[in-house]
């Protein structure tokens, strides 16, 4: 059973620019929780999702940033025109249902460098 | 809101020797507690969890951890340490306002001596 995929798993973009980043939950798992991890701090929750919905985004810059977990497919963090500030490793994680008494399963992380 | 601490921001030990990472969380009820270690370039992979029960709690690794409630934390031991322990680790404490997503504190980075 593959664990949870991200792709890619770096990714630079100049100023401006677009940002997509794509999270693959482990098989079976349909609860997805995106963080951010800036240098030197810990993981920060930015969302969290279930499959066509966003349960809470209360994590999440109200500008630039959204998230989507289609029905089909992997989960999506996209960010518009990127800032130096992202820079950071984005990391998402996956559950088989809510985490209240469940492992949340990270992936290896996307690094994004913004020039 | 539900916080941790994570008092010391780098430690070093020698092989062999004993280790402990300590954790503050703050939470009104039982809190629901992690530790994650990181390697560098890696993801996180969990050592340990408590939700109930006994509050001695035993993880992956030969890590262990212990829930004391009066004193609100959640420290993290090992009896001897291998070199292969040197990593990022990471207390997390779930936050029941969304969704149990995990807040964490800031990490120890651990670095450990021949």
Request: net charge positive; hydrophobic share 35%; with cysteine.
């Amino acid at each position: 059973n593959a664990g949870v995929m991200q792709n890619p798993r770096h990714l630079v973009r100049r100023r401006g620019q677009e940002a997509r980043l794509r999270c693959s939950p482990m098989k079976g798992h349909s609860h997805v929780y995106w963080y951010r991890q800036l240098p030197e701090e810990g993981l920060k929750f930015m969302v969290y999702l279930q499959k066509e919905n966003i349960i809470d985004e209360s994590g999440m810059p109200k500008e630039r940033f959204s998230a989507e977990f289609p029905k089909e497919g992997p989960s999506i963090l996209r960010i518009q025109q990127v800032v130096r500030g992202d820079s950071a490793a984005y990391f998402c994680a996956s559950s088989p249902s809510t985490a209240r008494y469940n492992e949340q399963f990270f992936g290896p992380g996307t690094r994004l460098t913004v020039l | 809101a539900q916080s941790v601490t994570q008092p010391d921001i780098h430690i070093t030990v020698s092989e062999g020797a004993s280790l402990e990472l300590r954790c503050n969380y703050s939470y009104g009820a039982t809190p629901y507690l992690f530790w994650y270690v990181q390697s560098p370039g890696q993801g996180l992979q969990l050592l340990l969890k408590y939700f109930s029960g006994d509050t001695l709690v035993q993880g992956i690794k030969g890590f262990e951890a212990e829930f004391k409630r009066s004193q609100s934390s959640f420290n993290l031991r090992k009896p001897s340490v291998h070199w292969s322990d040197a990593a990022e680790y990471f207390c997390a404490v779930a936050n029941s306002n969304s969704g149990y997503a995990l807040n964490f504190g800031k990490g120890t980075s651990l670095l450990v001596t021949p």
